[in-house]
């Protein structure tokens, strides 16, 4: 044991620790392993979370508060300790009894599994907000699904991806805390009756296929804050009668299969993103967590206010996460009518008060609908609920509307066989928004403009953000603590205050220590790197970083273009002047997005060519990280110059990973889309490198067959022209020279004869123009750090404190606990 001088409370902690190793594992400090430390050391932050729990609980019973339940099937929380001790202010207790055991937190940290239950920015929103939530000392509860199985785990095999389970359950999970006695019944399937009782509708289910959700709840502290909130986690699990039946009458493995199918249901994450299936196991999913979770929230709202239903909008707001749980807004009027007694109007009434929905994406691949059949067999009686709610939607449209059936049926929850969940939230809600300014304006003057022009006053824009405390104090505690050198502490909790160091911005000694920051959290990506895919990168190269979910809009295809024709002018000139370059990936696809993986595998092979030819000398490095999540983000946003954000103007609905960069003074290579506008007013025009065709201008080209265009820059852009021709060579793959034929293809010709549907060949010669310019301005010092100074201290707008803020005020109306 290495002698460290401890304060009291280290020792305590010290002591505490051994102890945990000893009675959760049966092991002295010496025989436990560090895995076991890593699980000694959570259990005695949760041992500190709990006492505050048992406190905040009772303020927000007695006070009460209403309450946010964020409902959504993706939350991205990543890992926990070390943002639960920076949230608790013990970081450095920890360090310190740590490090007088023989052990660093840095290394211990690493060894928790991140908890993936998501696929991407909408997972990864809702685990900021549920941090600024609670920092805020506002009641919340996030509700999900407790999936055995998150987010596939990426391998690279001969540089295509493979998928593996994501196993993030395997040393148990020391944040949760298993709730039976919570557990409710959820019904699947079967037929519905309707009984004539005093002069009363009421309706009985035979034959329905039980299913026990049982919760796990996650305590989450807030920074430097008073209450502690929840993750509630649903698991399936089969009902022991329905086990024993089968069981009894001697077929044990008919029994054990049937327990199988049940818990199914929480098994594994879908991985798709901006895509939908429509799977019957994942209506499930959606009914399963919809359903738990209401029986939950109205019996709390029972046991403490009784049976007076129409005050339910005081003390409770629903948030549907994108329209995945929108079967709540069905299941709270199931429940108010058939269980509760209440009569349609007054369940409708309430109901129409209580949800509020978040449009995450205008991607039309990604807008759910179900067919009518699948429906109606696994949710008979929610059915005939949704469908009265569209006949009288119907009535009304009629009146507003009249006679204007293209419109109806474009509004309409029911039509063509499927229920369309977009349009059951906008019937129903009261509160709709978008994430960005971009985004929210294109809901309103296209995709959902009838419902706009119906009642504006329902639509809001509410511009996403990110928690500081992950995305500056945890993963970057030098720069977090150089800020607070400057301008004190208080811009943590405080967003406005970050502006303040825009005034260091041309600071000599400042720049020299804000640069020093990013250069060893290069040294440190470098390593990374150099252990995980063998290369050898130089941190004094430029860093250039594409990290988010692989798909043809986000344009990772244009970045490796860019990246070929860099190579290929450096090969024919290798003393030509240039600023060395590493660019390095980070993506996972759809598992079933052949195109997304062909992409995958182009980068490595790319990569694999540009790494290994001497004639370049090392100039330009492609690394693909494999299974980005959201560790290795943490390890990237630190360490980027720059930051791709190159997506189709239009496409990306507002993008987070965007302002993580940001935060961490990387400086942006953008489009106008999503939140790079906002971005760009706020860091100024001088401090991002905006390129390409803007939102309008891509609808434009959109509208009609524009071959001529495309055909017109293939045959003039030489550059561009080798570089897709290198495609269809040999030149990459010399065993399978149509190995990315399908590439080419869909850029020069399209799939329905559209060419360049993302306008990667349109956008490309200005992209290649901003390169250059970012390339140049890097090589002058005082210019670049200006800039990436700026940077930082623009970026307090996209706190997601900010966001949070926004949504309470116009939204949710909740008060913080005192
Ligand atoms: C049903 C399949 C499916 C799964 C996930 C469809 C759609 C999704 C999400 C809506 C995709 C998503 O994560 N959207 C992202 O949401 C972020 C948070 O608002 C935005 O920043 C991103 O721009 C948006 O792509």
Known sequence: MEKVNLNSEETNLQKEIIGKISRHFGKTLEDATPKMVYTACALTARDKIMEKWAISHKEVKNEGSKKLYYLSFEFLMGRLFATNILNLMQTETYVNALRSLGYELSDIVELENDAGLGNGGLGRLAACFIDSLTTMDLPAYGCTIRYEYGLFRQKIVDGYQTELPDTWLENGNAWEIARPEESVIVKFGGQVYTDWNDGHFSFRYENAHSI????????????????????RMWSAKAPDVMNMQEFNSGNYVRAMEEKQLAEVISKVLYPEDNHIEGKELRLKQQYFLVSATLQWILKEYEDRYGYDWKKLPEKAVIHINDTHPTLAIPELMRILIDEKGLGWDDAWEITTKTFAYTNHTVMSEALEKWPLDMFKKILPRVYMIVEEINRRLMIKLQEVYPNDFGKHKWMAIIADNQVFMANLCLATCFAINGVSKLHTKILTSDIFADYYRLDKSRFHSITNGITFRRWICNCNPKLAELITEKIGKSWIKDYKQLEKIKKYADDKDFQKRFADIKHSNKVKLAEYIKEHNGIEVDPDSIYDVQAKRLHEYKRQ???????????????????????PKTYIFGAKAAPGYTRAKLIIKLINTVGEKINNDPRIKGKIKVVFLENYGVSIAEKLVVAADISEQISTAGKEASGTGNMKFMLNGAVTVGTLDGANVEMTEQVGEDNIYIFGLKADEVAARLKYNNSE???TIYSTNNALRKALDQLISGELEPENAHMFKDLYQTLLFGDYGYPDQYMVIRDFEDYCRIHERAARDYKDKKKWWHMAIMNT???GYFSSDRTIDDYNKEIWHLKPIK
Not at 212 to 231: F, H, Q, R, T
Not at 557 to 579: A, G, R, S
């Open 212 to 231: 026990i959700a049982m919760p796990y709840d996650v305590p989450l502290v807030g920074y430097d804050s008073k209450i502690v909130n929840k993750l």
């Open 557 to 579: 295809l244009m970045n490796v273009l860019h990246i070929m024709v860099e190579y290929n002018k450096l090969v024919e000139n290798p003393d030509m002047e240039f600023t």
């Open 709 to 711: 265009e495309v055909k």
């Open 793 to 795: 201290a623009s970026c």
